[in-house]
Each structure stands twice: as C-alpha cells, then as structure tokens.
C-alpha cells in the first residue's frame, strides 16, 4: 500500500467480516429466493378480481356497521371478554405452583424436571391446535376457548415467572432463612414481595395476549367474536367485519394502555 | 399475616388500611371472576363436557397410530410453508423500517402528525393476528399462497416496527451528534449513526419475528391461505385422526427446529 495516496475512508461491513462468509451467504440467500418466489403460484386474474372486493372492504373498515348485526356483535363480545377474564385468573393460579416448581433456587430437581416439561408441552403446542383437541372433546363453544386459553396462559406465565425467580436478590432469602422461616415463609416473604409487581404486570400483559387469541380460536369453534368475525367475512357482509375489528383494536388499544398505567403504579 | 410470638404481633407487612384495601382489590376480582364464568357458562351443554374423558379417550384411540406414510404428501405443503413465513417476514421489514423510523421520536419527520400515524398502523397490525388477516385476505385475493404471504406482512409490520422504533429511541445520541458536527445532512445522520446502532438489534427482531412466523404459516392453511395447514384442514374435514396427528408431529417439529435456528443466530449476532 502506497503510504502517500490520499487514505479514503471506507466504512466496515456490516455483521460479517469474512468476505468468503459474506458472498457465500448471499449467494445461498439469492438462490433460495428464487427458488420461493418462483414456487409461489399466483392466480393474478383471481388477484385483480378481488382488489373490487378489497376496496369494497376498506370502505366497510371506514365506514363501519355496528347495528345490523349488534346483536351478534354483543354477544360473541361477551363470550370473548369473560373468556379472557376468566381463563386469565385460572390460568395465572395455576401457573403460580408451576412456575416456584420450576425455579431452580426454590424446588428440588425432581420437581423442577416435572414442572419444566409441563411448560414446555404448553408452549409448544399452538392455541390453534390446542383448541381444535379441545372442541373436539369438549364440544363447540366457549368453554373449550377458555380451556385452550387457560392452557397457553400456564406455559407462558409459569416460564417467566420461574426465570423471574430465578434472578431474584439471593441477599433478601438468606436474610429471611437466617431468622429460621421455613420454607413457605421464604417464599412468603423473601420471594413473593420481588416477584409481585412482575407479576401482576405479566398477568396483565397476558390478558391482553388472551383478548387477542380469543379473537382468533373462535375460527375452529371455539366461541367469542372470532366466530362472528368469521361468519360475517364468510357473508361478505364486509362492513360488519370492519365493525368488529375497530372494536378489537380499539379494546387492544385500551388494554395495552391500561396496563402500561397500572404497571406503572404498581411498580 | 404478621410474625407472632405467643398471642403478641411484634412485625406485620402492612397497615390495617393497606391490608384491607388489599383485601377489597382480591374480592373484587374475585366477584369479576365468578360474574364472568357464569355469563360464559350459561349456553354450555355440561354433558358434553362431562363426558370429555371418554371423548378424550376415543380421540386418542383414533388418533394414534400416526400414518405416517402421508408423510409423502407434505413435504410439498412444508416448502410453502417455509416460503409464506420468510417472504411474509421480508414483505413485513420491507414496510416496519420506514414505519419505525416515523415512530421513534427521535428520527420523525413530524411529531404531531406522522408519528400518531405510524403508532396507530403498528397497534392495528398487532391487535390482528395473522390468521384473521388470512381470513380477509383470502376472501379478498383468493385461496392460496400469496394470501399467507401478505397476512404474514401485515401481521409482522407492528411487530418489527414496535421492538425497531424502540430500539431507535434507546441509542446513543452521542453518535448522532459527532455525525452532525461533521455537516452530514439528514438521511447521512441516519445512515452513518442510527443504522449501525441499531443494525444488530434489527437482525435479532427479524430473525425472531421469522420462527414466530414459520410457526404461525404451519396453521394459516386452516383458512385457506396455503401451507401445511391445508392438509390439516382437510384431514380435519374428512375426520382422518391419524393423518392429523402426523399433521401436527411434523408442525412441532418443525416449530422446534426454527426456534433452535433463531436461537443461534440471534447468539451469534450479539
């Protein structure tokens, strides 16, 4: 390098140094790509069709019907939200026990194995197909929502209320150890105290994660206002459909904003 | 509940006022919880759900064996699927990027117009989940793929956009000052300070919003949108157990396999 050419600055590539890495990963990207957009078939006649429709549908979300079919609305509202409520309170109780199972400071390895899989079959298995088994088996309605809903509230809660308790001050259960309380006492008054404001923000943030699933389980039969959503995209009754999903947006709106609030203060 | 010794209270956590005021919070949520449950409960038929036991039991005798020689059959609906979450994901940067950067306040055009825009396409791109965007898009644009594609997008624009914005919000502002001190217009403060500060953060999100997505694409099918899920529908249809439990073997397996890839890549870019 000619050390009296003018030095022109060049910036460093981004993420990977290795230029051998980074053309060689492109190359595999650039490939893939191609491959994909040509397996993706598209019917644009069909396409070109539906954009009437599509606009058709953006003036029912502008011009959204809330009457004609309220009574619909009201009541797959209702399920939704007791659904929610309930299958949050449900869920959190029982997610409780699990998660302390869980934590690795607090429960002896047999336990923690045990209560770890349980979360782990939880979170892995989706609402959706969690909720085709249970209206299979439960029948149709709101009752097999709330059970799916219950089920995904466990895994998610007690996975993080087990890492919260995981990363709690050690300092404050020795202090409480070394006055001689037992083991309830300790989780009493050494861990409940840390975890709570966590706590009660998740459980928020999990009813708002419910209100959003409910809105979609009802699509394979398990109640709240999925179902209606669905009936009315099925009748094309568009501006209905435009109705609903306000109301769910501004219900998540409402929700996220509630609990931002009362996390907040609570914490 | 206050220590004792004897009959005597010598600690106790809180006031009286506070532990009554708690006490009315619990048995508030408490009235909420039962009001709730019967309103729910009031059109459930209790015999179908008393018998689900032996319902259970039934399924399960159905279900199991899997059949696993429609394994044939789905590696076709797999590549879609693969294909509607990773095009589904870039269709959704391609459109959270500008998004974000209307949203974080520092790097907003305006604070008062554009910004409440681009918050509310983010809270209305994630109050919606995918599978009711297929639900629309596939009335709108017909069965198939692209419907997935596109419902994937939408769904992923909030997401990417929300975590980005925040990300842009919480860099070093020391950089964009150095950067402005030189003369560097506009768009040179973003891309020679904003973007490498928050570049790892965006790979991290992107990947992250991928394996959401892949397992998301496994069931969008349920609606028509394309993908494994419309083996699943019509197994479903057609009562074929064994079909379905393989449907949704390969659906977790898959749904591993993708966190474990997004978990690597995210360790090795940070």
Known sequence: MASDAVRVWRRPPILIRDWRWRWGIYAVAVIYLVMAVSSVEVNWARVYEGLERGWRFLQGFLVPDFTSRWNDIRSGLVESLTMTVTSTIVGVLISIPIGIGAARNLAPLPVYLICRSVIAISRSLQEIIVAILFVAMFGFGPFAGFLTLTFATVGFMAKLLAEDIEDIDEGQAEAVRATGASWWQVVNYAVQPQVMPRLIGLSLYRLDINFRESSVIGIVGAGGIGATLNTSIDRYEYDSAGAILLIIIVIVMLAEYSSGFVRKWVQ | ?270
Not at chain 2, 26 to 40: E, H, K, P, T
Not at chain 2, 70 to 87: E, F, G, K
Not at chain 2, 253 to 270: F, G, L, M, N, Q
Request: without cysteine; hydrophobic residues 55%.
């Open chain 2, 1 to 270: 509940m206050p220590v004792q010794q004897g009959s005597v209270a010598i600690w106790r956590k809180r006031t009286n006022a506070a532990q009554w005021t708690l006490w009315a919070g619990w048995f508030a949520l408490a009235i909420l919880f039962v009001y709730s449950w019967q309103v729910m409960t009031q059109d459930t038929i209790w015999a179908f759900v008393l018998d689900a036991p032996e319902q259970a039991a039934d399924l399960g005798g159905r279900m199991f064996p899997p059949r696993w020689s429609y394994m044939d059959r789905l590696w076709w609906p797999l590549w879609d699927t693969l294909n509607i979450a990773t095009l589904g994901t870039m269709l959704g940067i391609l459109f959270a990027v500008p998004v974000a950067f209307a949203a974080a306040r520092n790097t907003t055009p305006s604070l008062y117009f554009v910004r409440p825009v681009a918050l509310f396409i983010i809270v209305s791109s994630r109050s919606i989940n995918s599978l009711i965007w297929a639900l629309l898009l596939v009335a709108i644009i017909g069965p198939g793929i692209l419907a997935g594609i596109v419902a994937i997008g939408l769904r992923s624009i909030g997401f990417v956009a929300k975590l980005l914005y925040e990300a842009i919000e919480e860099i070093d502002q020391g950089q964009v000052e150095a950067v402005s001190a030189t003369g560097a217009s506009r768009a040179q403060i973003i891309d020679y300070a904003i973007v490498p500060q928050v570049l790892p953060a965006f790979f991290g999100i992107s990947v992250f919003r991928w394996d959401i997505n892949i397992r998301e694409s496994t069931i969008l099918g349920l609606v028509g949108a394309g993908g494994i899920g419309l083996q699943l529908q019509a197994s479903l249809n057609t009562l074929a157990w064994p079909q379905v439990t393989l449907i949704f073997v390969v659906i977790l397996a898959t749904v591993v396999v993708s966190e474990w890839v997004s978990a690597k890549v995210r360790e090795a870019i940070s």
